[in-house]
């Protein structure tokens, strides 16, 4: 197979978009999708090698996974080693008892399943996670475990027919993105079986199952078409896109046309992807990959605010030099003709050295990195969410819909003569110990209503948790049958802004309750910020408050949209402009960077009550 440069700068572009999609780039939006534009790379490349060895009957299984090993694991190791030396500086105790997880799950290839186990409401952010980004590896190589072998056994048994089983294979692994995106998106967006068709894509061109474009005017408008297909991911897709599903025809569609256009001749596109800049960051492309994320993971970490300009273009720069370098001395020697191992100490070599990353993982994990010195209750708080929340029956997770919503089971408080309802995302549910606690202040029974990244706002579909919009339409149900006289509306109102609330919607569902003749309470957003607060109280550096990580006008933004209603601003009880305080003395309000431990719930809720008397 001929050496194609505008491949390596096709890789350039991919690598890119996903570095300043981690930076924060708005521009970028999008950038996520140059790990799909990976995929096709890679199945266009693979299989081209694969089906060239098997026609020539030289093909080994043995040898292609000696090649995968040389390329994939010297520099993925030194990544693991090199964040096992950071992480427990960087990463707060818990958090390194998370990374040791997923440092084991890496080193097997498997942490696409551990980050799509973990994928519920309270889950670490993505800023805790320095191996998150080896969960497309893992969906490569596992892809790699049988296709090759498919491959094989068809050559032989089957006369090599690989199109109609490529083919029928990228169907259903297609149908299964489309059906998964909606009803679980983090399957779709982990698991093998929703990205194979990505995969395929690359190997239906490798196979020439396409018309080769011997017009210049095809291979030109072609590698145009697949450049803006890219470009319109990269530019206009968000964290919000249902994705991957049928938006991800577009990178995968944009990165085929450009290779195939460049497969039997020069267009435009292609020279300027084969230029020497743009080629060179394809070459070390695999190792900017590698470093950049743990590198944005462990500065966001130890720095629990926004990061400057000048720090982001800082990380980059380091990620640029750590590749060069991991390019030059970790990944050539071990790589064709400079390779320094034989194939025997390859693998005895990899394998010991797993070994003793999977070692490291388990004894990290298992130490669960001992706990600060707060009380009892405010230490294990991000333990008896289960508890205190009542999950899964009336806090439901993103997996749930409202038919699991255990109605007699969630009354707060019982005995008065009229009910409330308690209606919101976690930041609803956060409030329930407080309500509880203060029982005795309420002249209605409040019912919780809640599930978890589900704003309070009718007739809206976030798209990330599929039960959405039924959930909250239900809520209409739930008013009557429970004869409601007064509903609580609470929020995370900067994420729901984030994920595509319009304003309007907001002022229509407050309308609505209105008219339905219910007295409302619109409770503002709680803060949050960018860190843990175990670990902002363990540094020691926010003793008298830590930044926000969110706007801090958020809740006047929320009371311009509604009227005649009881608002309640959580904000300057705690808050001096944009530092908030996260902790007593001995006592911690949160739990994580934004959930309300019991304590913390309390004391917000304990002083909503003068503003609740006559209302609740």
Known sequence: ???????????????????????????????????????????????????????????????????????????????????????????????????????????LFSSNFLFWQQAGYFDAPADFKPLLHTWS????????????????????????????????????????????????????????????WELLVGSLLAMQIFPSPTSRFYREAGSIAGLGLIG????????????????????????????????????????????????????????LYLWHWPAFVFTRSLVPRDLTGIETAGIIGFSFVAAILSWRFVERPFRGGEAILTRKSLFSGAGGFAVLLVAFGVLGSAANGGRFSFDPETVVATDIYNEQYNHRTCFLERDQGFEDWQAQSCFINNGADANALLWGDSFAAHLVPGFRSNQAAWSHNI??????????????????????????????????????????????????????????????????????????????????????????????????????NMDENINRRVLQLVSNVTFIDPLPFLCDGPICKFRTEDQAYFGDSSHLTVFGSEWYVDRFVPFLNGVL
Request: with cysteine; aromatic share 12%; glycine share 8%.
């Open 1 to 107: 197979m001929r050496y194609r440069p505008d491949i390596d700068g096709l890789r350039a572009i991919a690598v890119v978009a996903v570095v300043l999609f981690h930076a924060d780039f708005s521009l970028f939006s999008g950038g996520f999708i140059g790990v799909d534009v990976f995929f096709v790379i890679s199945g266009y490349l693979i299989t081209s090698l694969i089906a060239k060895e098997i026609k020539e009957n030289r093909f080994s299984l043995i040898g292609f996974y000696e090649r995968r090993a040389r390329r994939i694991l010297p520099a993925l190791f030194a990544v693991i080693l090199v964040s096992f030396a950071i992480a427990p500086i960087a990463l707060s105790p818990d958090r390194f008892a998370e990374f040791g997880e997923s440092a084991v799950a890496a080193t």
């Open 137 to 196: 590896l893992a969906v490569e190589e596992q892809f790699y475990i049988f296709f090759p072998l498919a491959l094989l056994l068809i050559a032989r048994f089957a006369g090599g027919r690989w199109h109609t089983l490529v083919i029928a294979l990228g169907i259903i692994s297609f149908g299964v993105s489309g059906w998964a995106v909606i009803y679980s998106p983090a399957s779709a967006f982990y698991l093998p079986q929703s990205r194979m």
């Open 232 to 287: 319109w991911g990269v530019f206009t897709f968000t964290e919000t896109t249902a994705f991957p599903g049928a938006n991800a025809i577009f990178p995968c569609v944009g990165a085929a046309l450009l290779i195939h256009a460049g497969s039997t001749g020069p267009s435009l596109v292609n020279r300027l992807l084969a230029m020497r800049a743009p080629v060179f960051i394809g070459l070390i492309s695999y190792s």
């Open 447 to 548: 019912l919780q209503y809640t599930s978890g990244s589900c704003a309070p706002v009718l007739g809206w579909d976030p798209l990330i948790v599929s039960n959405c919009e039924r959930f909250n339409d239900h809520v209409l149900k739930v008013i009557d049958e429970f004869d409601i006289e007064t509903i609580i509306v609470a929020g995370h109102w900067d994420s729901a802004f984030g994920l595509g609330v319009e304003p309007r919607t907001i002022t229509q569902t407050i309308r609505k309750l209105r008219d339905l003749g219910l007295k409302v309470v619109v409770i503002g957003q709680t803060p949050v910020f960018r860190s843990n607060v175990e670990w902002l109280a363990a540094r020691g550096k926010f003793e008298d408050g830590a930044p926000l």
